[in-house]
């Protein structure tokens, strides 16, 4: 029955494979919405006939040239939709968009379907969900907590199983918080890979529309579907967005130290990202502790320092001859603009490049940080008695992120021991974004979690089938440039990301050579060796001259032979760097030879 059909899109997938039509699909969401009875989730709707119209004139399923066929969103309302009105959830700003934004224009292309416009924190300033003079959207796993925001309908929408994916945006936290508080995926991608045309500005340097959905393949497919350069946006960047792969061998996760981490006094909160911590140690990756503080001294600076007078010039119109239009709370946060000059925005730039300095520092240490996607849980009448305070403490480890460039993905974890979801971040440096995806998909699966405050299971992993971009070249790792290891950060930095593992064919020597540190392997084709184990890494061809620089004699790159008949670029040893070195043939691999040294 279609009454009982989850919204992934894999099963949507399937259901529209077995028959399902894209008007019943239509049909449904509308009668879930009702079934919700939540009038804060939307602010505007589609009319139903519309939208089945649309849904009819996508004719047969073709998944090859429509890939979002059929697959209902939802858009948060500061991103526009023609024929729909964008408020920002200001009726005094509303106006009439005669085209949809970019990002929306690329979803119904691939024949994704617009259901409504969600609720939001007024003008996308607010972590929390309530700063609406709309009702307010209802949490959809606890209606006591708040729905968390700036996308609070978006998160909302995607937890109840109405749409299978949302837009919202992310400025200091909005496209995590919700998810988090809603047991939901939220994918804030690098900055300039969304483009904002037809998006409402909250800080223009620091904006990205962000995804809801309820598994990270979802996500995924949506973000391949909008990650696309717009030369009418001056902060679109050209980025890739690769199919995902396996998570490379080894990983390096930074986590906040015990002397910095935060709860707010929440000690399940802390139990709860301690467990998740653990299941990162037994996948095998090992944990660093940082201090956070340089994270949290430029999260200060959105709120506290001169980045809120780009709030202020996102409305300036409206808040300078309409104060009253705006809610209080709202009025109260973005007016403090007034109280900044412009040698306080210089010296708050300049701040800013101060702790960025000690942050990239922290950030070399590991391949990725993991946070808690949020430190505590905060009722509505918390919020009725404090409206800034839970805020702020909301967006702990969200706040920094986007003044630092950096991507993030928050996944569902294992329900905290009282019921209330459990959630992590994950974060990068820009240009990231599939590989914390990829860890992302295989951490949720892990958790075993339903979907958002549905019953469904959660899918089967989608194959990885990851293969080189056309701007790429796949480069065999056989030493210290391997995931986890010495060199690995000189792969990375170039924008290189891992692929699959892989062994040579059986006729090469293994050899550690003289000299160090780092210590160096050399492989050697020669008959009479055998298999060793190799890390195939995509390295941007742009960067390659740039890596090949870096390479040391007596060591180059040629091609190596796999073991499956298969050729790849890869590091070989001349003969003459032999001298002093020790045969490792037998080990089969440099890391089963580092892990006899120890």
């Given amino acids: 029955m279609i009454q009982e059909l989850p919204f992934d899109i894999a099963r949507l997938r399937e259901a529209y494979q077995m028959g399902e039509t894209a008007e019943n699909v239509v049909a449904e969401c509308f009668r ?15 009319d139903e006939a519309d939208v089945v119209a649309e849904a009819r004139a996508l004719g047969p399923f073709d998944p090859d040239k429509k890939p979002l066929y059929g697959i209902p969103f939802a858009v948060k309302d500061n991103i526009d939709v023609a024929g729909l009105p964008t408020t920002a959830a200001c009726p005094a700003f509303a106006y009439e968009p005669k085209a949809d934004a970019f990002c929306v224009n690329k979803l119904r292309q691939a024949g994704a379907l617009v259901i409504g416009k ?4 007024q003008f996308a300033t607010g972590l929390v969900g309530v700063r609406s003079p709309f009702p307010i959207p209802r949490n959809a796993i606890d209606p006591e907590i708040v729905p968390g925001g700036s996308s609070s309908g978006s998160a909302v929408a995607v937890s109840r199983g109405i749409v299978s994916f949302a837009l919202g945006t992310d400025t200091a936290g909005s496209g995590r918080v919700p998810a988090a508080l809603n047991n939901i995926v939220g994918f804030k991608p690098t900055l300039g890979g969304i483009s904002s045309t037809g998006v409402v500005p909250a800080c223009r340097s620091l904006d990205t529309a962000s995804i809801f959905a309820l598994t990270v393949d979802d996500a995924w497919s949506i973000y391949q579907t909008v990650c696309a350069y717009d030369a009418e946006d001056a902060y679109s960047r050209k980025l890739a967005s690769p199919a995902l792969s396996e998570m490379p061998p080894s990983l390096i996760v930074g986590i906040p130290d015990r002397s910095s981490i935060e709860f707010f006094g929440d000690t399940l909160q802390a139990d709860a990202f301690a467990a998740a911590v653990e299941t990162l140690r037994r996948k095998g990756m090992e944990i660093v502790e940082l201090d956070f503080t340089p994270f949290y001294e430029i999260a200060k600076l959105l709120y506290e320092g001169p980045w809120v007078a780009e ?3 996102a409305i300036r119109r409206i808040i300078e001859t309409q104060p009253d239009a ?3 709370v709202t009025h109260g946060i973005i007016s403090k603009a007034e109280t900044f000059s412009a040698a306080d925005a210089f010296e708050g730039s300049y701040r800013l490049k101060e702790l960025e300095r000690r942050a990239r520092a922290l950030l070399g240490l590991a391949d990725m940080l993991c946070v808690p996607t949020i430190p505590t849980f905060y009722s509505v009448s918390d919020l009725k008695k404090d409206p800034v305070g839970p805020n702020s403490n909301l967006g702990t480890y969200t706040n920094f992120v986007n003044l630092l460039d950096l991507c993030g993905i928050a996944v569902p974890m294992k329900v905290r021991q009282d019921g209330r979801p459990g959630s992590v971040t994950l974060l990068g440096g820009a240009g990231r974004d599939a590989f914390l995806a990829s860890v992302g998909a295989w951490l949720h699966h892990d958790a075993g979690v339903s979907l958002g ?7 089967e992993p989608a194959q990885r089938t990851p293969t080189t971009l056309v701007d790429e070249i796949a480069v ?18 170039l924008g290189g990301r891992f692929l699959f593992t892989s062994k040579t064919a059986p006729n090469y020597r293994f050899y550690s050579l003289a000299g160090g540190p780092p210590a160096r392997p050399g492989l050697v084709r020669s008959e009479g060796g055998g298999s060793i184990d190799l890390e195939i890494w995509a390295l941007p061809k742009s960067a390659f001259g740039a890596f090949m620089a870096g390479i040391p004699q007596p060591l180059g790159i040629g091609t190596i032979n796999l073991v ?10 001349e003969p003459a760097g032999l001298e002093g070195a020790v ?3 037998d080990f089969g691999g440099w890391r089963a030879y580092l892990a006899s040294l120890n």
């Fill in 583 to 585: 045969e490792i043939t």
């Fill in 118 to 121: 969600t609720n939001l924190d």
């Fill in 453 to 459: 405050a549905t019953s469904w299971t959660i899918p």
């Fill in 311 to 313: 709030r202020y010039a």
């Fill in 564 to 573: 499956d008949g298969t050729t790849v670029k890869g590091f070989l040893c």
């Fill in 32 to 46: 879930r919405i009702h079934v919700a009875d939540d009038p804060g989730i939307f602010i505007s709707l589609r």
């Fill in 326 to 328: 705006l809610l209080p």
């Fill in 476 to 493: 065999a790792m056989v030493g210290a440039h391997m995931s986890g290891l010495p060199l690995n950060g000189e792969v990375t930095r």
